[in-house]
């Protein structure tokens, strides 16, 4: 316990935008460096989907995700610790944050009922009783050794209305504490509590008050990546980071979407998660600057051109649309490629963000990305309404010169409709 | 096409250089083809194949069931002279293009009139010698077989038997004619199930062409593909293509498709074939067993196979093989590997296969350096009964484990005290 031992996550802010509240930083775990803002691919059963941990490394992941929940059934806590941790079992040296299970158990298991003790279910299979505690969620968030874990949340729909979503904030601030007590490693991992409060700004900021009383080492924004209207999501989100401390990182769980990523970014946001990339990548979807190319549509049968000709991963260096239209979801390599290239979109996406909070040159960037975003589309006025909070102001909704060789704007929304569905599950 | 025989023997097999395509490497022979499906290395893509199985040139099987539908894309990209090897990512390496994918059972059936059965993805289709031609010429390989019936095995009737021999020569017949359309080497079939007379007809219908219209032999019709392969009884096999070597001339290549064992590929080898192709280590990886027979003699007892959904293994935290080189047994154990079964990953396959390739790979350059040293039958015993008392079974059983959840941890439900 001595004072010149290393804590296992140090933090610090390396540039500040001038205008709005993005940042750029450096946190530094047991396992690994990581520049914020950073963008945490989903390896949800101790594997990105298709993806080996080498290309990861090559890729200049510097921290992916683990669920408790997945991990805690397969290949269970016994067999973790007997592995020595979850770095050494799937064979990842570099960092990993592992959620509480809570979020599966409640949106996996439709038998999850929350009391102050746990989150209790009854086991579809056998019938028994399970509860998850947060003393069981940390002893098993021990186990599996991650960098950063996260404390068992009552988390609500986003849709709940009423004293529901008061009583999980405030059950949500006594769980944290009980995490606090039972983390037995704190000289290794680190623990984040979660801000919950629904849509409502007075239990929001209550939440971050009492939080903030608490000793830890960075904070984490949940309740905010349903079904939410985006109009509520900014607001909550700014809400916070305008409250949490400015010397920790900030964690905005299960986003997201490339311009929401942008966003939160520009709020203050310093961490994501989202299994949207690597999940969108199975159906043979890949992320580009202007949203997401199917890849399966007739229109790329024949197209000899890479997905992004500016992309440097190995997917765009070898293939073209042509081939990946041949094969996405005919051959299972084409999920490791897609997957792959996915990454790589969301960590340059990220990688960019950071260059231009360091040049002082962020509210451009912002610009020039909802340009390619949406390109002759209407820029989504709860985006104009979050930037401007954070004085960066986009122009008039852009015309251009260029032929409307783009989708038009209904089939533009189904595929953002699709989007969310695949989030949301 | 160039092929050069180094040396040759009558009971030991033979080593030959292999040129498919001007310009382009030399490749040894007894030589392993890689298998594809839809053009890519099964689970792999090229980037990690590269990496982590192999640098050096390759040969390509690409199979016109897998990859039918390219056809119409390849005619625009051979336009701008890139290669169908560039299009599927391997750029400059050679390819041979099949009909079937060795990979995958065949059904039986659809032998009617002119035409023969495609089976692909999208379900059977009929392909006529000029629609074949049509799309070899748009796809265009570097070396291709002649449309042939293959659709016997040891269980054919003589009646099937014989009409596989007739309709093969109906089809090449068109071929023969037509082949100068294509730049590609043409390769010969020899069909005819496990019948001599038949065999030595389809053999016949091969030599009377002028010997410049082909390159090579491809000996098919003794398997459905798919796991049938590995089932084959020695015993019946070697009579037959030992029957068919003795009336092929030496300055060609002979490739025979499928997923052989190691041990039937040995003996093939000692009979004179010369071109196989990976689907054995494919049928394996799909089956979630791990390659570890041994074919450097180290006194010791050795299993053919790893069983990755043996729970025994659950908690093993060692590699596959502890002295292999390859990426999964430098980095991975077997307790990850059986994980990653039990949850269906993605990457339990893929790294499976990178190691049962590479052991494949290092298995045939210990041939080539037998056939060199002329100890083939040393390797041969040794791989026939991996120092032990009797025979090993290099047959590959499906893997006909479902995973049930009542296998699973209990996860948190073992704090519920």
């Excluded at chain 1, 031992?5 to 940042?23: H, N």
């Excluded at chain 1, 909550?236 to 939160?264: E, I, N, Q, S, W």
């Excluded at chain 1, 010169?401 to 599950?425: G, I, W």
């Excluded at chain 2, 392993?32 to 893509?45: C, D, F, R």
Aim: hydrophobic share 35%; glycine share 6%; with cysteine.
């Amino acid at each position: 316990m001595s004072s010149s031992k290393i804590p296992p996550l140090t933090y610090k802010v390396v540039a500040e935008c001038s205008v709005s509240k993005a940042r750029a930083g450096l946190m530094t775990l047991r396992h690994s460096e990581v520049n914020t803002p950073v963008f945490m691919p989903v390896g949800t059963q101790g594997t990105l989907k298709g993806i080996l941990p080498d290309q990861l490394i090559e890729l200049n992941c510097q921290i992916l995700l683990g669920n408790t929940y997945h991990l805690g059934l397969r290949p269970g806590i016994d067999t973790l610790k007997r592995a020595g941790g979850l770095h050494k079992f799937m064979g990842w040296p570099r960092a990993i944050l592992t959620d509480s299970g809570g979020f599966q158990m409640v949106s996996l298991l439709q038998l999850a009922e929350i009391d102050e003790h746990g989150v209790n279910f009854r086991s579809p299979f056998d019938n028994s009783q399970c509860m998850l505690t947060p003393e069981h969620s940390i002893q098993i968030q021990n186990a599996i050794g991650a960098d950063i874990m996260m404390q068992l949340d009552d988390v609500v729909k986003t849709t709940t209305t009423g004293p529901r979503v008061e009583e999980a904030m405030e059950r949500t601030i006594r769980w944290v504490d009980r995490c606090i007590e039972a983390h037995a490693r704190d000289d290794d991992q680190s623990l984040f509590p979660i801000v919950q409060g629904g849509l409502d700004v007075p239990l929001r900021e209550r939440c971050v008050s009492a939080l903030m009383k608490r000793q830890v080492r960075g904070f984490a924004v949940g309740g905010l990546s349903g079904g939410e209207s985006k109009h509520d999501f900014w607001r909550m989100v700014d809400v916070c980071t305008d409250h949490l401390p400015r010397d920790k990182p900030r964690y905005l769980m299960g986003v997201g979407f490339a311009a929401d990523l942008v966003v939160c970014v520009a709020l203050g946001i310093d961490m994501f998660d989202c299994v949207f990339p690597t999940r969108t990548a199975r159906f043979g979807c890949a992320l580009v600057d202007s949203g997401q190319l199917n890849l399966k549509q007739p229109k790329y049968k024949m197209e000899m051109e890479p997905i992004d000709k500016e992309c440097e991963c190995s997917t765009c260096k070898r293939y073209t649309r042509s081939y990946l239209h041949h094969i996405a979801t005919n051959e299972s390599v084409s999920c490791s490629l897609l997957s792959i290239h996915n990454v790589a979109y969301q960590l340059r996406l990220m990688r960019t963000m950071r260059e231009a909070i360091q040049r002082d040159e962020f509210p451009q960037f912002v610009r020039d990305f909802m340009a390619a975003h949406f390109k002759t589309d209407p820029i989504p006025i709860w985006i104009r309404e979050a930037l401007n909070a954070v004085k960066i102001d986009l122009p008039a909704d852009l015309e251009r010169k260029e032929d409307l060789k783009e989708e038009p704007t209904a089939e533009k929304k189904r595929e953002h409709l699709v989007e969310e569905q695949l989030t949301a599950s | 096409m160039k092929f050069a025989l180094e040396s040759f023997s009558k009971n030991s097999g033979r080593l030959g250089q292999l040129r498919i395509r001007d310009g382009a490497s030399e490749q040894k022979t007894p030589l392993l083809m890689q298998t594809t499906k839809g053009g890519s290395i099964p689970w792999l893509g090229a980037d990690v194949f590269e990496s982590h199985v192999s640098q050096k040139p390759q040969v390509l099987e690409f199979t016109l069931s897998t990859m039918d539908q390219m056809a119409e894309a390849l005619a625009q990209w051979n336009n701008q002279d890139r290669g169908v090897s560039d299009y599927v990512g391997f750029p400059g390496h050679q390819n041979v293009l099949l009909l079937r994918d060795p990979c995958e059972n065949t059904p039986s059936g659809g032998n009617d009139r002119d035409v023969l059965p495609l089976f692909t993805r999208r379900g059977r289709g009929s392909l006529t010698a000029e629609r074949y031609m049509e799309m070899v010429a748009s796809i265009q390989p570097d070396m291709y077989q002649g449309l042939c019936d293959a659709d016997t095995n040891a269980g054919s009737s003589n009646k099937r038997v014989q009409k596989s021999v007739d309709r093969t020569e109906k089809f090449m017949h068109y071929i023969y004619g037509e082949k100068n359309k294509v730049k590609a080497t043409l390769l010969a079939p020899i069909v005819g199930g496990y019948n001599t007379f038949a065999r030595t007809q389809s053999i016949k219908h091969a030599r009377e062409q002028p010997s410049d219209s082909y390159g090579g032999y491809i000996l098919e019709g003794f398997h459905s593909n798919g796991l049938t392969a590995t089932a084959l009884v020695p015993t019946q096999l070697l009579p037959i293509v030992e029957h068919c070597v003795k009336q092929l001339e030496e300055d060609k290549p002979r490739i025979i498709p499928g997923a052989y064992t190691p041990l039937t590929k040995l003996e093939l080898i000692r009979l004179g074939m010369d071109v196989f192709d990976t689907s054995y280590a494919y049928c394996a990886s799909y089956n979630f067993k791990a390659l570890t027979f041994s074919f450097v003699q180290d006194g010791g007892e050795h299993v053919p196979f790893l069983d990755i959904t043996d729970d025994a293994i659950k908690e093993e935290f060692t590699p596959i093989m502890s002295h292999c080189s390859c990426l999964t047994c430098q980095k991975h154990t077997r307790a990850y590997l059986h994980h990653l079964y039990k949850t269906n990953e993605l990457l339990g396959p893929i790294l499976l296969m990178v190691h049962n390739l590479h052991h494949y790979m290092s298995f045939f350059e210990t041939i080539r350096e037998s056939v060199a040293k002329d100890t083939l039958p040393q390797l041969i015993e040794l791989v026939r009964n991996q120092n032990s008392s009797s025979q090993v079974d290099y047959s590959i059983a499906p893997n006909t484990k479902t995973i049930t959840k009542a296998s699973m941890s209990k996860g948190f439900a073992a704090a519920a005290v």
